[in-house]
């Protein structure tokens, strides 16, 4: 039975957002067309344009964030970036860095990595600029040292417009609407944010997984006071590779549905070790806020991108208290030879450039005696689109990175944010 609070407040909100976000494109659209066609000219318009911050939530909420690692090795414990609504009027203090220079060593690690062992399944006609600059530097570590040097001169340090242990934001009817979110390879629990707190503002609990068994560009865990480093894994494109990315999906699913149960702890009030708190001095994690905030019986849906699109189709048939899944450019090579069952209502988008016969062929299988399964193709997009990667880098560059498709890279995340806001509004009940 529909909950009239929660589908009142869906459509309340849905309606600003479109609007903001049609008046959103359209500005940058205007900003990116008055730019001067010289390359120094764009690289420097871009740096004043967004000269710190991502773009600020369009939602009638601010957006607050907790992390959350409980103990325990990879295989049986989980770290968590939960973004959820808070007050309209919450100052943005010390929000936090997009990437420090950790994570972006990470980053072109993993970029060197995939250049030289292109993921199987993956299309890979918008990189051709990162292969021709393998060639140019020939070997894994003159590729690395030249991307590292060439990273700090091009690229804009971002910070995430949202507040740590934030006020939560009075939950409407039985709760939050929650959705449970899986990055793709080379990513972890903040590179996708624009997705995860444009929702959150929506007046969503959106809760990103970092998965740690080697798909992202690296990650960590704690033992007692020691921090445990996690790399990415180079996967061979072998006899083995899909053995390695078969567990490693398996793993990524583990995951999700201890994610689901978690949350289930927190929204019960029960008392969560996190060990990311007894190792940080800054601003403690109070998990209580939480408790009793999260519809999780009527409306607990999936999200991923790439490696976690595939990784939310697999989750969802094995948990029961899913409604309903959103998976972009899923890459299902990691599932060719397994056999599972897509039973939820579900909204596949791919961009255009990304689709790829052999991954349709398993969902098609997957979903053969589901009805409920769309397709839609975002045009003008690259795989990287809904990820904030393209705006560490000026406009006149994300082309050559393959990160820009016909279509400049901001309005393609609006165009995104709206595409997933319409389709949870129309599940939320």
Not at 80 to 106: C, F, H, Q, V
Not at 113 to 134: C, G, R
Not at 334 to 350: R, S, W
Request: hydrophobic share 40%; glycine share 6%.
């Amino acid at each position: 039975m529909a909950t009239p609070n929660n589908k009142q407040a869906a459509e309340k909100t849905s309606n600003l957002f479109t609007e903001e976000c049609d008046e959103t494109a359209e500005s940058i659209q205007e900003q990116l067309s008055r730019q001067c066609t010289w390359p120094w000219s764009d690289f420097f318009d871009s740096k004043v344009a967004f000269q710190t911050s991502l773009p600020a939530p369009l939602g009638p909420f601010q957006v607050g964030y907790l992390d959350l690692m409980t103990p325990g090795l990879p295989q049986d414990s989980s770290l968590l970036r939960i973004y959820y609504p808070a007050p309209s009027n919450t100052s943005i203090t010390s929000p936090p860095l997009w990437a420090d220079k950790e994570s972006r060593a990470g980053m072109l690690r993993f970029i060197q990595s995939s250049a030289w062992e292109w993921p199987t399944w993956v299309n890979n006609s918008e990189f051709d600029p990162l292969f021709a600059a393998k060639k140019i530097f020939h070997s894994p570590a003159g590729f690395l040292t030249g991307f590292s040097l060439g990273w700090p001169l091009i690229g804009t340090v971002r910070t995430i417009p949202i507040v740590k242990a934030a006020p939560l934001a009075p939950p409407v009817g039985s709760g939050w609407p929650v959705v449970v979110f899986s990055h793709g390879m080379g990513c972890n629990r903040f590179n996708m944010s624009q997705l995860c707190y444009q929702l959150a503002s929506q007046g969503v609990m959106v809760v990103a997984v970092e998965h740690r068994e080697g798909s992202g560009f690296g990650t960590f865990y704690i033992t007692g006071d020691t921090v445990e480093n996690i790399p990415h894994l180079q996967v061979p494109v072998d006899e083995n590779e899909y053995r390695v990315r078969n567990k490693q999906i398996n793993h990524r699913c583990e995951e999700v549905l201890r994610a689901i149960d978690l949350l289930v702890k927190i929204n019960a009030g029960e008392a969560i070790t996190n060990v990311i708190d007894k190792n940080n001095n800054a601003v403690k994690s109070d998990l209580t806020i939480l408790k009793s905030s999260m519809d999780l019986t009527n409306n607990l849906y999936l999200a991923g991108h790439s490696f976690g699109g595939s990784t939310v189709l697999l989750a969802s048939s094995l948990n029961t208290k899913v409604k309903a899944v959103f998976a972009m450019d899923p890459w299902m090579y990691p599932l060719a030879g397994q056999k599972f069952e897509i039973a939820k209502p579900t909204l596949i988008v791919n961009t255009d450039i990304f689709v790829n016969p052999n991954n349709l062929k398993v969902i098609n299988e997957a979903s053969k005696n589901n009805s409920d399964v769309t397709f839609e193709v975002l045009e003008g997009g690259v795989h990287l689109s809904p990820t904030d990667l393209p705006m560490a880098f000026p406009t006149v560059l994300r082309k050559v990175l393959g990160m820009k498709g016909t279509v400049d890279a901001e309005v393609t995340m609006v165009e995104i944010n709206k595409i997933v806001w319409q389709w949870l509004k129309n599940l939320i009940s």
